[in-house]
């Protein structure tokens, strides 16, 4: 009985991603190409329950607005102060925006030294000053930037209000300009995923040097083969290191942080998060335990959103 149940549910994820992949190309006759990636998100999302690393999630809790945070791109969980977050709108000014636990706004910090040129993710980690936030300046949606920026500050404790002093770290590409919306901290590293259909993962040198123009390095590119998740918006690193989250706008996918953050995209299990109604998800980070999750997302007119999930990993197969 399981055998025919497994044979049923890939029977029906291929006849979805058969379905969706006609009405792609009926779209692409009728209206010229579809976005990038957009046939694939939701092929993504079709398929995230059907297949045999699925993960059980449950959204606990309304999806919370935010208020003047209409283009709420990256999602970070503090260091400093318990049950903060950070986040922020992908232009306008160099400004991070603190959360509590309910989406509710309690403050704002501005970089100083920073400039906005597309904002996309926003993670904490260590620095030399302690801990610090890392903005990813790091969108090219005509993949024409020569360089992308990830600015370092210290991060504040409790007490918000005076500006905090930040310092840039310019990055170029190995082969060629890349659209990028997700910054991963880890390992006392900084990691891109960039937003393509078949996305790749670079790496900042160690111990990266602000003031000078520092190569990336290509950690590993994903296989077509293998249907990794495609337009990926959003990353996190769980506290306690050992897994990855990343995301589209419907989709988030779990990946063992020692396969990923050495290149290999064995996906461990993926799930659809549409029932939280997002207008357009974003960013995603992990609470203090790796099955809670947060996430945030743009909503142009009606403002951003902020929303909680509990996900079930230990279901998922053991590493090896």
Partial sequence: MRARASTAAALVAVTTLALLNAAGNAQSRKKGHPKQGEVSRRADAAMANTAAGAVSCQ???????????????????????????????DSATPTLTALDRTGRITGQLTLSGARVDDWEAVETGPCPAGSC???GDIGDNDEKRRTITVYRAPEPDAALGAPARSEALTAVYPD?????????????RLFIVTKERTPRIYAFPASPQ???????????????SARPLATITGGA?????????????????????DDLLQGRWREAGRTTVAMLGEPQGEGVAFGDEAR???VAGEGKRQGGTFGRLECDLARLAPAG
């Fill in 59 to 89: 959204a606990t809790g309304p999806l919370r607005p935010l208020a003047g945070l209409p283009e709420a791109s990256g999602l970070a969980v503090s260091r400093r102060v318990p049950g903060r977050f950070w986040t922020h709108n």
């Fill in 133 to 135: 936030v890392y903005v």
């Fill in 176 to 188: 060629g300009p890349h659209n990028a919306e997700t910054l991963l901290v880890a390992r006392d």
């Fill in 210 to 224: 602000p003031g000078q123009t520092m190569a990336l390095t290509l950690v590993g590119a994903s296989q077509a």
């Fill in 237 to 257: 690193v769980s506290n306690d290191g050992q897994w990855v989250v990343l995301r589209n706008h419907d989709t988030l996918a779990f990946y063992r942080a």
């Fill in 292 to 294: 809670v999750l947060f």
